[in-house]
C-alpha cells in the first residue's frame, strides 16, 4: 500500500557529511511519523531520529547536534541530513513511516520500512 525508496547512502570519511532522502509512494491519504533508523551488523536496529507531521523532531542523543532531521509533506519525502559522521555512524539506514493509504474504498493504516541504504564512515 505504501513503499518508501531511499536514496543517498554511500561511502564516506569520518569527519563528512552525508544526506539521505526517502520518498513514500502509493495512494497515501496521510502520513503520520516520519523516520530514520539503522542497524550496523551484529545490533539491533535503532531509532536515530523522528519527526511528526507538524515538524516536531526527536533524536537519539548520541547524533543531537550531528543529524537533522526534516520532512516536506506536499511530496510525502523525509530527509537525514548527517554532520561530522563518525566509523560508528556506519549502519544499513532504513526509513519508516507511519501512514494511512487507501485500500479499495477504505483506508489502512500500518507501519512501513523502505529496503535501507547502506552508510559507510571510513576512518
Known amino acids: 500500500q505504501v513503499q518508501l525508496v531511499e536514496s543517498g547512502g554511500g561511502l564516506a570519511q569520518a569527519g563528512g557529511s552525508m544526506r539521505l532522502s526517502c520518498a513514500a509512494l502509493g495512494r497515501i491519504v496521510s502520513i503520520n511519523v516520519m523516520g530514520w533508523y539503522r542497524q550496523a551488523p551484529g545490533k539491533e536496529r535503532e531509532l536515530i531520529a523522528n519527526i511528526t507531521s507538524g515538524g516536531s523532531a526527536n533524536y537519539k542523543d548520541s547524533v543531537k547536534g550531528r543529524f537533522t532531521i526534516s520532512r516536506d509533506n506536499a511530496k510525502n519525502m523525509v530527509y537525514l541530513q548527517m554532520n561530522s559522521l563518525k566509523p560508528e555512524d556506519t549502519a544499513v539506514y532504513y526509513c519508516?513511516?507511519?501512514?494511512?493509504?487507501?485500500?479499495?474504498?477504505?483506508?489502512?493504516?500500518?507501519?512501513?520500512w523502505g529496503q535501507g541504504t547502506q552508510v559507510t564512515v571510513s576512518s
Open positions: 519508516n513511516a507511519e501512514a494511512t493509504a487507501y485500500y479499495g474504498l477504505r483506508h489502512l493504516s500500518g507501519k512501513y
